[in-house]
């Protein structure tokens, strides 16, 4: 019996006299037995559990897991945190087991492996016969007027203030999916969704205060915002659309996270994030990367300063996070069946990790969308980051598909009511 099963092993900690430590989060929260990918790694947080010296893993009936390799335990000088890497044999099947966790600290949790949806919509990408529409959550329609404000939570609504939530939800967008596709559109791509706890107003811009409500400040990465709605109302959204022909792209960011995400409470490492005190600021250039001129100053200003004093900048060239951040991706991919990713602020992000990124999510979805934001008015800087370019470093993103700002801005502006009648021309050599 699972349950007297538990119940022994926290006997034996008791009585063995040796602390037993909390664990606070396990990430991912569970993972698929059959994927192309083997490899797994798990961050555990708790107090002081990077004590632990021995993982051992048991099925339900407390007989040892032989398909589950523990292959090495990671530590970091933080010691509430412990990395288990561990490989899946290829005869995995889906189940419940506990990872035993022992040393100066004692401890279990337990995991589910699940089969894969292989019927899944997101094999179906998107290309450039669709027609987005970007809309924000919190400022499209507010379906739920009971998830406005909720206890514990750093902001609620205040329709008020421009700068402030103003109660916008995942049921508003459910409500509306008809409203949607009278409109001719084909795919939704809302701004992240993700848990944004942040205060009522973390910054200033041109005069105005502002706060998380657009999304990109995460405070928790396996978490809708329950302002939004939960886990399971965005899996429901998606599904809904699919049903109506509709296909959904999530917006994600691998280049910051809020300030209050609890990395930032208590990092994982000291090198987690970039030192704000070295970098600074981002100086927003990113025409710097595809530049042969470029000077390493700014370079890593572009890509190790803070995008905003309250989005702490991550550092992907630690393998750890990089992982942490590619099987992020591939698990919402996989609880959700969305039919795409938009990757915010691709070209501030490290190159290298982007490339690693795109080759896993395609790995197990070869025709899964993908496209990166590249905010650049010159089309060298934006091709740079397309799959196949000729760069003149040699690196090729394999990415997809990017966003064709020069050609956007340039009808934006020969169509503007201000319009010298030249800017015309402006379309016509921006695609030349």
Same mark, same amino acid.
């Not at 995995?92 to 949790?109: A, C, H, R, T, V």
């Not at 699940?114 to 016969?129: I, M, P, Q, T, V």
């Not at 795919?187 to 105005?208: L, R």
């Given at each position: 019996?699972?349950t007297?099963?538990k119940?022994?092993?926290?006997?034996?900690?008791?009585?063995?006299?040796?602390?037993?430590?909390d664990?606070?989060?396990v990430?991912?929260?569970?993972?698929?037995?059959?994927?192309?990918?083997r490899k797994?790694e798990l961050l555990?947080y708790g107090p002081?559990?990077?004590s632990?010296?021995r993982?051992?893993v048991?099925d339900?009936?407390?007989?040892s897991?032989?398909?589950?390799?523990?292959?090495?335990?990671?530590?970091?000088?933080?010691?509430n945190?412990?990395?288990?890497?561990?490989t899946?044999?290829?005869?995995m #099947?889906?189940?419940?087991?506990?990872?035993?966790?022992?040393g100066?600290s004692?401890?279990?949790?337990s995991?589910?492996?699940?089969?894969?949806n292989?019927?899944?919509?997101?094999?179906?990408g998107?290309d450039?016969s669709d027609? &987005?529409?970007?809309?924000?959550?919190d400022?499209?329609?507010?379906?739920?007027?009971?998830?406005?404000?909720?206890?514990?939570?750093?902001?609620g609504?205040?329709?008020?203030?421009?700068?402030?939530?103003?109660g916008?939800d995942?049921?508003?967008?459910?409500?509306k999916?008809n409203?949607l #596709?009278?409109?001719?559109i084909?795919?939704?791509?809302?701004?992240p $969704?993700?848990e944004?706890d942040m205060p009522?107003?973390?910054?200033?811009?041109?005069?105005?205060?502002?706060?998380?409500?657009?999304?990109?400040?995460a405070t928790?990465?396996y978490?809708i915002?329950?302002?939004?709605?939960?886990n399971d109302?965005y899996r429901?959204?998606v599904?809904?659309?699919q049903?109506?022909g509709l296909? $959904?792209?999530?917006?994600?960011?691998?280049?910051?996270?809020g300030?209050y995400?609890?990395?930032?409470?208590?990092?994982?490492?000291k090198?987690?994030?970039h030192d704000m005190d070295?970098?600074g600021i981002?100086?927003?250039?990113?025409?710097v990367?595809?530049?042969p001129?470029?000077?390493?100053?700014?370079i890593?200003k572009?890509?190790?300063?803070y995008?905003?004093k309250?989005?702490?900048?991550l550092?992907?060239?630690?393998p750890l996070?990089?992982?942490?951040?590619?099987?992020?991706?591939?698990?919402?991919?996989?609880?959700?069946?969305?039919n795409?990713i938009?990757?915010?602020t691709?070209?501030?992000?490290? #190159?290298?990790?982007m490339k690693?990124?795109?080759d896993? $999510?395609?790995?197990e979805?070869p025709? &899964?969308?993908?496209?990166?934001?590249?905010w650049?008015?010159g089309?060298v800087?934006?091709?740079?980051w397309?799959?196949?370019f000729?760069s003149?470093?040699?690196?090729?993103?394999?990415?997809?598909s990017?966003?064709d700002f020069?050609?956007?801005f340039s009808i934006r502006?020969?169509l503007?009511?201000?319009?010298?009648p030249?800017?015309?021309?402006?379309?016509h050599?921006t695609?030349?």
């Amino acid at each position: 019996n699972q349950t007297l099963r538990k119940i022994y092993v926290l006997l034996f900690f008791i009585f063995s006299n040796i602390a037993f430590s909390d664990i606070l989060r396990v990430e991912p929260p569970n993972w698929w037995c059959d994927f192309n990918a083997r490899k797994l790694e798990l961050l555990v947080y708790g107090p002081k559990i990077g004590s632990t010296s021995r993982v051992e893993v048991v099925d339900k009936k407390g007989r040892s897991a032989g398909e589950i390799i523990i292959d090495r335990l990671k530590k970091t000088d933080n010691p509430n945190y412990l990395f288990i890497e561990i490989t899946l044999k290829d005869n995995m #099947k889906p189940g419940e087991f506990d990872f035993i966790l022992s040393g100066d600290s004692q401890n279990y949790f337990s995991y589910t492996f699940l089969s894969r949806n292989k019927e899944n919509d997101h094999a179906l990408g998107f290309d450039a016969s669709d027609v &987005f529409y970007l809309l924000m959550p919190d400022r499209f329609s507010n379906g739920d007027n009971s998830n406005d404000n909720i206890k514990g939570m750093r902001c609620g609504t205040n329709r008020k203030v421009p700068g402030e939530r103003h109660g916008g939800d995942l049921k508003g967008v459910s409500d509306k999916l008809n409203y949607l #596709k009278d409109l001719g559109i084909t795919t939704i791509w809302m701004t992240p $969704v993700f848990e944004n706890d942040m205060p009522v107003s973390y910054g200033e811009y041109a005069g105005q205060i502002y706060g998380a409500y657009h999304g990109y400040a995460a405070t928790d990465m396996y978490q809708i915002d329950r302002r939004f709605g939960t886990n399971d109302d965005y899996r429901t959204l998606v599904d809904k659309a699919q049903k109506m022909g509709l296909k $959904v792209v999530m917006d994600v960011v691998h280049n910051h996270v809020g300030s209050y995400h609890w990395w930032a409470l208590d990092p994982p490492k000291k090198d987690w994030f970039h030192d704000m005190d070295i970098y600074g600021i981002t100086n927003y250039e990113n025409v710097v990367i595809a530049d042969p001129y470029s000077s390493e100053y700014d370079i890593e200003k572009l890509t190790k300063g803070y995008f905003d004093k309250a989005m702490p900048d991550l550092n992907q060239e630690d393998p750890l996070l990089s992982k942490y951040l590619v099987q992020h991706s591939l698990w919402w991919i996989e609880y959700s069946g969305i039919n795409g990713i938009r990757m915010d602020t691709y070209p501030y992000v490290n #190159k290298e990790h982007m490339k690693v990124w795109c080759d896993a $999510v395609l790995n197990e979805y070869p025709k &899964f969308g993908l496209v990166g934001e590249a905010w650049a008015l010159g089309p060298v800087s934006v091709a740079y980051w397309q799959d196949d370019f000729m760069s003149n470093d040699n690196y090729d993103s394999n990415l997809p598909s990017v966003i064709d700002f020069p050609v956007s801005f340039s009808i934006r502006n020969a169509l503007s009511h201000n319009a010298n009648p030249n800017a015309i021309r402006e379309i016509h050599s921006t695609l030349s």
